[in-house]
């Protein structure tokens, strides 16, 4: 379970986050929306500790961290339990896709090689990229870079993967690709958080749907409930603004 108790977070005199409560079970699937500027990146980042609260706590599984005064101990378990996805790939350019996918296992987690390399061959077939182990980044499409992405979240086997508006950076042609994987890995019960701008993708997937809107969680459900059934009106407006093909009822 992933638990975040009054989430607070300030850059300078900009308070991006303003008191959030979340609770994650093992096996959610919660998709994070909102416009730009709701804090929705930010509150992703905080998960594990790439941006630090300034208030609050979070669990994850056996750990709790109050969250201003971590020790550097429990910073390194948190990410041993998160993989983040990025919006950018954040590939090495100059290592082959086998070994981006390696890299966090050999580095971080300190696996032998050949142990490495057999759950990264696993994981690129599971994201149907075995065939492009041998090549560079450059190489591929921006698809297939943000395949190998979720590859070496799936490699490290978190409590939790983070996606970080995951097709953003795609081409329109490219987005379905990496849609389909992502579901393909729901489907295996992995508990994921996802922020995105796909109103379709994220009623498929998520069993959970949370609207942010200026660093708080405005409304929270099921999927059907938040898109067909909006309790409160700024989430009305932003998916009437955003999907205005749907229907609701209000």
């Not at 409590?159 to 970080?164: H, P, R, Y």
Request: glycine share 8%.
């Amino acid at each position: 379970m992933i638990q975040l108790t009054n989430i607070h977070k300030s850059f300078g005199k900009q308070k991006v986050l303003n008191g959030i409560d979340m609770t994650v079970q093992k096996g959610d699937v919660v998709v994070i929306l909102g416009p730009s500027g709701s804090g929705k990146t930010t509150l992703l980042r905080c998960v594990n500790y790439l941006e630090k609260p300034n208030e609050g706590s979070l669990t994850i599984g056996d750990l709790t961290l109050n969250c201003p005064h971590p020790t550097k101990q429990e910073v390194l378990l948190l990410r041993r339990k998160t993989a983040m996805v990025f919006q950018h790939y954040n590939l090495f350019k100059h290592k082959t896709v086998l070994q981006n996918v390696m890299e966090g296992l050999v580095v971080v987690q300190k696996q032998p090689v050949e142990q490495a390399k057999a759950v990264s061959v696993s994981v690129l077939e599971k994201v149907g990229l075995l065939h492009k182990q041998d090549a560079y980044p450059s190489q591929l499409s921006g698809g297939q870079q943000q395949r190998v992405g979720i590859a070496r979240a799936l490699a490290l086997n978190p409590e939790v993967i983070l996606f970080d508006e995951p097709t953003s950076a795609l081409d329109p042609e490219l987005i379905g690709e990496v849609l389909q994987v992502i579901k393909r890995i729901a489907r295996d019960g992995i508990t994921m958080i996802v922020v995105t701008h796909e109103m379709g993708f994220a009623r498929d997937i998520a069993n959970h749907v949370i609207f942010m809107d200026q660093g708080v969680i405005v409304e929270e459900g099921r999927p059907n409930d938040i898109f067909h059934h909006p309790q409160e009106e700024r989430t009305k407006q932003f998916l009437k603004r955003i999907t205005p093909e749907w229907n609701y009822s209000i």
